[in-house]
């Protein structure tokens, strides 16, 4: 097929296809399917030993060391529970430094000499695997012919049943590390930063009366922005197939200027598939709360609710395979790259952040006087001077190729890194930082003038949706991660941020108490310190304003706009240290971590270089010829009959080819030279060479898809892929 008959085919197979009907089986719960394929706590309870159960709950619930001896106890249940479940396979599931999931899988079943098997699961299988590490991102952990590395049980993440047509595997959370302990995942430091951040927050409770606070930890709520579209132009689409985003494409006459899309009536073909995923999902224990239309046709949005960080994280990774998985079994492709249509609102994954335990609840609820409520006002402060001393870590927690397309555009926030608190917060601090808070600006209503409707409270301040970090009234919302990342990153980076700035809080507490010091005015003295010395990161304007890059620049706040520009805050001496003290990296570690950003970065940025260079050359160019030659004997016909014709269309559909045929051999000139010996020079070339050249080749072929008549363009158009779902 030619031209557009590609496209008027998949515009077809679209119009005939007829989604897969959602059957729940007879009898069904919705409530009794949540977990029922995760060995979990009640799980174990049922099927463990007593004391065996106590000693891993304990572990669970409040960070006791594992003791080895509980393994085999363990194994063995895990492994009658998952046959019963059907499962003949198990798999040590890791999160490796390409941002996926990993696993490998080992059948349960060994052969014995009379021909039948054996179904064999022992502890020490359960504790320990030995995947090969030689292919993983190591950032220069190791060399090339080192290729041993260890997968280690993390019994805080339970393990559950992955089910498929072709049978089930019971999957194993666990760490990846190195013969030497070094971490080669995103798992092993979120649990050392966890460790780290508990440890001092437990101390600060002490301080203020809790004798035995419990185990804190930290707790993320992620909200998952992604694009459905169907497969048929997914596939007849390279770039989104290779890349996951459109190399080319110009906007659609209409977009989402009309804001008609946000919180509409979900297509029933995304409503099959939202109520098909959240049944896979309950299964596994993980708590999909909300679902909606999103800013953006063909965008959607789902929000899990609170969870520990680490089992939070690892549940995002299985949403978003889940997600992948069943958006096919409808026919659709769901597309989680951060800006996969130019122009047209971006992913993002909020990360909603709070710290406490089941019995004390999150330490960011402020409570309805909030001037008076000191504990809350302590950690909101510690938070306040974390992410104004390591702003530049938080950024290049979200730092990446793919996501430099979103930061700063009108659905995201800037790449500076600042604080919303709301009027009433930013009133308390305010009056800190003048001596004492004395009063906290209350709760409202609105009577909305028909006496049918209720009388509705209103919160004593507005939300900012413009704010990178943003308190939201018991948490705090870190909007700019994208949404093709994993949540680990940025969470490692606020556990270990919230332990330093804890750590000192509790140690100047801990001293002025010591000295005699009323812990009161102790407290006072405290929060008056962290206002006038952090208080610059403290914003609650219009974060998209070009006045916030002037006033944040006189404020010492770094704007560090690309992912080149933030990867350097891995390996300075101040995050370095940081990261040793409260033993989360050693600088190994960091080192390596940036060399993998480098790495990443070039990688991402020259297959899409060579994709733009392969389809402009192959699919676009075609297509624009065919169109300048159609042109041509026109005009040569109407010339040759007597006419005039106008030989506007003509010299401007040429001039726009001769500047795609440009644009693509400056392209490859450029590909074809050779960058470097280093990662830095790698991502250098990409960031200073290849990105203006893929610039220029799709300014010039997005201009031609305005002139180039409809039955010879090639590629499904953007209003296409949005609207026809």
Sequence with gaps: MTGNNVRLQAIKDVEAYTPPAVTVPAGEVPGEVYGENVFNLEVMRKRLPKAVFKSVAATIQRGAPLDPAVADSVAAAMKDWALEKGATHYAHVFYPLTGLTAEKHDSFFEPLVDGSALAEFAGKTLVQGEPDAS?????????????????????TSPAYILQNPNGHTLCIPTVFVSMTGEALDHKTPLLRSQQAMGKHAERILKLFGHEDPGHIVSFCGPEQEYFLVDRHFFLARPDLLNAGRTLFGTKPPKGQEF??????????????????????????????????????????????????????????????????????KHGMECLFHEKPFA????????????????????????????????????????????????????????????????????????AIISIFLGDQLADIFDQIAKGAA??????????????????????????????????????????????????????????????????AIATELEGAVAAGTDFDSAVQQLLTEIITDHGAVVFNGDGYSDMWQEEAASRGLP?????????????????????????????????????????QYALTIGVEARLTLEMGTTVVLPAAVRHQTETAANFTALTAAGLEPDAGPLKSVSEQVTALRTALATLGDV??????????????????????????????????????????WPLPTYQEMLFVL
């Design 343 to 414: 122009g047209v609102n971006g992913s993002g994954k909020h990360v909603n952040f709070s710290i406490g335990n089941a019995e004390l609840g999150s330490l960011f609820v402020p409570g309805d006087n909030p001037h008076d409520n000191a504990q809350f006002l302590v950690f909101c402060g510690a938070i306040i001077r974390a992410v104004h001393k390591y702003a530049g870590l938080l950024r290049v927690s979200v730092a990446s190729a793919t996501n430099d397309h979103r930061l700063g555009a009108n659905e995201a926030p800037p």
């Design 671 to 712: 590909l074809a030279v050779h960058a470097g010996d280093s990662a830095f020079d790698e991502a250098t070339h990409a960031h200073d060479k290849l990105l203006p050249a893929m610039a220029d080749v799709r300014a010039a072929a997005d201009a031609l898809e305005t002139v180039v008549a409809d039955d010879l």
């Design 259 to 328: 804001d008609d899309h946000y919180f509409g009536a979900i297509p029933s073909r995304v409503l099959g598939f939202m109520m098909d995923t959240e049944r896979e999902l309950f299964k596994l224990g993980i708590p999909a709360k909300t679902r909606h239309n999103e800013v953006a046709p063909g965008q959607f949005e789902i929000a899990p609710m609170f969870e520990q960080a680490n089992i939070a994280a690892d549940h995002q990774q299985l949403l978003m395979t889940t997600f992948k998985a069943v958006a096919k």
């Design 559 to 599: 704007n560090l706009r690309t992912t080149m520009d933030a990867l350097p805050e891995l390996v300075t001496d101040s995050a370095i240290e940081l990261f040793e003290k409260y033993g989360v990296f050693n600088a190994r570690e960091m080192h390596s971590r940036y060399e993998i950003g480098l790495e």
């Design 135 to 155: 292919s993983f991102p190591n950032g220069g952990l190791r060399n090339t012919f080192e290729a041993r590395g260890y997968t280690g049980w993390d019994v």
């Design 438 to 503: 004395t009063s906290s600006k209350g709760k409202g209503t609105m009577t909305i003038g028909a006496d049918t409707l209720p009388v509705l409270p209103t919160d004593p301040g507005d939300r900012n949706r413009t704010s990178p970090f943003a308190f939201t009234g018991n948490r705090f919302e870190f909007r700019a991660p994208g949404s093709m990342q994993t949540v680990s990153v940025p969470m490692v980076t606020l556990n270990t941020i919230m332990a330093e700035s804890l750590d």
